[in-house]
């Protein structure tokens, strides 16, 4: 099974930016559609961004939309989110996930997840 591990978070001031990066065991990137989460102290999982194998599509949530990107390097495993212009609101554990399916959204069930990696954003 697939294993996950991410890092890249960190904390910022508003406005600025972080790379987010989860790295896989194994090839994903014809085999498993993958997304990002993030969970803040209180409240529910969010799905973040979305991307299906090959990566030829790609989902958002509307409060990242524009401002998140999530992309893949698929030599090195690499699962990435580019972050710009973050808030505060953005605060968070950040979790990378994958699921082995073609296509993947926010009603997806995804059985393999790391351990995040926590993005701090002051104002």
């Known amino acids: 099974q697939v294993q996950l591990v991410e890092s890249g978070g960190g904390s910022v001031q508003a406005g600025g930016s972080l790379r987010l990066s989860c790295a896989a065991s194994?090839?994903?990137?014809?085999?498993?559609?993958m997304g990002w989460f993030r969970q803040a102290p209180g409240k529910e999982r969010e799905g973040v961004a979305y991307?299906?194998?090959?990566?030829?599509?790609?989902i958002y949530a509307d409060s990242v939309k524009g401002r998140f990107t999530i992309s893949q390097d698929y030599g090195k495993n690499t699962l990435f989110l580019q972050m710009t212009s973050l808030k505060p609101e953005d605060t968070a554990m950040y979790y990378c996930?994958?699921?082995?399916?073609?296509?993947?959204?926010?009603?997806?069930?995804?059985?393999?997840w790391g351990q995040g990696t926590q993005v701090t954003v002051s104002s």
């Open positions: 996930a994958a699921e082995r399916a073609y296509y993947c959204n926010a009603q997806t069930d995804f059985h393999y």
């Open positions: 991307i299906s194998a090959f990566g030829t599509n790609t």
């Open positions: 194994e090839n994903t990137f014809d085999l498993y559609c």
